[in-house]
């Protein structure tokens, strides 16, 4: 099993930025692919950055140039930077993580953008 602690969700002006983290344990320490994906209402849930062990990272095409994706020396947990935020990021983030051949997924933290 995969625990999460998600944070940095919130209320965020247009134009801003916003910072999430996700703190993933288990009784396997490896975490080789964690990152995060998002969900707006009627939407499919869409990629928004992944990271392996070996720093290879994947971004979505909407977030392309405005996100980066690190994580931390442990690499259990990982760190989402999104800047020039729109309305149209609007979204329940869910952490993921690839382990040992299975997905797992937090419980998700809303991001509004709005003046």
């Known amino acids: 099993q995969v625990q999460f602690v998600e944070s940095g969700g919130g209320l965020v002006q247009p134009g801003g930025s916003l910072r999430l983290s996700c703190a993933a344990s288990g009784e396997i320490s490896t975490m080789y692919l964690m990152g995060w994906y998002r969900q707006a209402p009627g939407n499919q849930r869409e990629l928004v950055a992944t990271?392996?062990?070996?720093?290879?990272?994947n971004y979505g095409a909407a977030v392309k140039g405005r996100c980066t994706i690190s994580r931390d020396n442990t690499g259990s947990t990982v760190f989402l930077q999104l800047d020039s935020l729109k309305a149209e990021d609007t979204a329940v983030y869910y952490c993921?993580?690839?382990?040992?051949?299975?997905?797992?997924w937090g419980q998700g933290t809303q991001v509004t953008v709005a003046s």
């Open positions: 990271i392996t062990t070996e720093n290879m990272v």
């Open positions: 993921y993580v690839h382990r040992l051949g299975r997905d797992y």
